[in-house]
């Protein structure tokens, strides 16, 4: 059994047809589905859709695209988000200096703000970090140094350089379907030795679809398709890789498994 440990229900592609998308992907062997949030105006649906299926969790956070239209949001707002018992992780948040679609500076205070708040409630942050290596890290060290919190490199595509360093400062990372893409060499290079404790898998549904299914709507079931590939990738089964991933889900995000 395998969990999507990312992916975006409330989005056009997947909301429309909700109910029979997670059930396509339970008859994958989907177990569990962390619901992500990117905004606070989609953190009333995913907390709904959460409660209305016992599989599914969800996160509140502000995507780094969306910073400059949340610098409002404030530490007790978050906080108090966080407080839903299908709440089980902050984010995604982080840095997005290839868009830019928002402020850098706006992008760095509402990351440390969600550090901040994962900190005090021992919730995952989930880390979207693109063309940002440096200050992303700079940021992580820095704040790892005022007290420790769990965290998570979603739909990893960084350096390996990045991930090695990352993974040394105790994060864990999480593989989406680009890793099936035939110009993903480097990321297979780096997937092929992430510790067997650090990695997870998801989709960043309705993004990303694996190969075979690139150039439709990503769906949660084709995270199957990732863990196969990756369990192929590292001389694995497919049982081990989704066993091993599935219990590393549930040991980072602990409040799904209470």
């Not at 008859?27 to 569990?32: C, D, F, N, S």
């Not at 709440?87 to 550090?115: C, K, M, N, P």
Request: aromatic content about 8%; hydrophobic content about 40%; proline content about 3%.
């Amino acid at each position: 059994m395998l969990v999507d440990s990312h992916c975006h229900l409330e989005y056009e592609g997947l909301v429309d047809d909700q109910a029979a998308v997670l059930d396509r992907a339970r008859g994958a062997g989907v177990k569990a589905f962390l619901n992500i949030s990117t905004k606070r105006a989609e953190w009333g649906q995913v907390v709904a859709t959460a409660l209305s299926n016992s599989d599914v969790y969800s996160s509140v956070g502000i995507h780094p695209h969306h910073a400059d239209q949340h610098q409002d949001l404030t530490r007790e707002q978050l906080f108090q988000a966080t407080r839903d018992p299908k709440v089980i992780g902050i984010g995604e948040t982080g840095l997005d200096y290839y868009y830019e679609h928002s402020d850098r500076e706006a992008q760095q205070q509402l990351f440390r703000l969600h550090i901040d708040v994962a900190r005090e409630v021992q919730l995952p942050v989930i880390i979207h970090t693109r063309d940002a290596e440096a200050d992303t890290l700079a940021i992580l060290e820095e704040e790892l140094g005022k007290g420790a919190f769990p965290a998570l490199i979603h739909c990893f595509t960084a350096s390996a350089a990045f991930g090695e360093r990352v993974l040394e400062l105790g994060l864990s990372v999480s593989i989406s379907g680009i890793v099936t893409f035939k110009n993903a060499k480097s990321l297979q290079d780096f997937a092929r030795n992430v510790p067997h404790n650090r990695l997870l898998v998801e989709t960043d549904s309705p993004f990303l679809a694996p190969v075979p299914h690139r150039g439709k709507t990503c769906e949660p079931g084709f995270v199957r398709d990732t863990a196969q590939f990756l369990a192929d990738l590292r001389s694995e089964s497919l049982e081990d890789l989704a066993e091993y991933t599935t219990r590393n889900f549930y040991t980072l995000f602990s409040k799904a498994a209470a």
